[in-house]
T-cell receptor, first 114, second 113 residues
Framework: DGGITQSPKYLFRKEGQNVTLSCEQN?????MYWYRQDPGQGLRLIYY???????QKGDIAEGYSVSREKKESFPLTVTSAQKNPTAFYLC?????????????FGEGSRLTVL | AQSVTQLGSHVSVSEGALVLLRCNYS??????LFWYVQYPNQGLQLLLK??????LVKGINGFEAEFKKSETSFHLTKPSAHMSDAAEYFC???????????FGQGTRLTINP
């Protein structure tokens, strides 16, 4: 089945460590996104990419980095510079960034910093 | 700038009762609007979307929403709540020409037996 796969589903990290969250899609979508979800704050955009080898900062990009070397892959690295990394992270894709294109979401990755 | 406000972080209704989840948007140009549902520890699933065609939009699971430009609203309704409707619901907006989808804070729906 076509869809978006995020891994790992749960991840624990010590303070000061970088961690990379994987996101793979087989929908042949051009655009991919990373959102952060915290209780009561909805979803906030971290980074998005419209095409391979190109990406843009979202609203809360500080302390995060991404790459888009392949169309189907958009990994997110949470660096030690991120002050409060414990959150639920959601990856999404869309056919393109046109106005009417809805987002398709993965199952999410829950990161806990110990 | 575009933004969306969901009135009520928690809504509780009885099984069989009407579900009404409120969403108001702010956009300088006509927007495209979306409702998503999220079950615990899962991703978001699209319920319905408004893309400037019919103002009354029907979605999955018996939900529908009406775009009212004069009220800048896009409220989500369902005539009769089921226990399986218990989840968190997000309204989202994208203005024409904008690349980003902006989400509301979410409304947690609880269904009482």
């Amino acid at each position: 089945d076509g869809g978006i796969t995020q891994s790992p589903k749960y991840l624990f990290r010590k303070e000061g460590q970088n961690v990379t969250l994987s996101c793979e899609q087989n929908l042949n979508h051009d655009a991919m996104y990373w959102y952060r979800q915290d209780p009561g704050q909805g979803l906030r955009l971290i980074y998005y990419s419209q095409i391979v080898n190109d990406f843009q900062k979202g609203d809360i990009a500080e302390g995060y980095s991404v790459s888009r070397e392949k169309k189907e892959s958009f990994p997110l690295t949470v660096t030690s510079a991120q002050k409060n990394p414990t959150a639920f992270y959601l990856c999404a894709s869309s056919i393109d960034t046109s106005n009417t294109g809805e987002l398709f979401f993965g199952e999410g990755s829950r990161l806990t910093v110990l | 700038a575009q933004s969306v406000t969901q009135l009520g972080s928690h809504v509780s209704v009885s099984e069989g009762a009407l579900v009404l989840l409120r969403c108001n948007y702010s956009s300088s140009v006509p927007p495209y609007l979306f409702w998503y549902v999220q079950y615990p520890n899962q991703g978001l699933q699209l319920l319905l979307k408004y893309t400037s065609a019919a103002t009354l939009v029907k979605g999955i699971n018996g939900f529908e929403a009406e775009f009212k430009k004069s009220e800048t609203s896009f409220h989500l309704t369902k005539p009769s709540a089921h226990m399986s409707d218990a989840a968190e619901y997000f309204c989202a907006v994208r203005a024409q020409g904008a690349q980003k989808l902006v989400f509301g804070q979410g409304t947690r729906l609880t269904i009482n037996p």
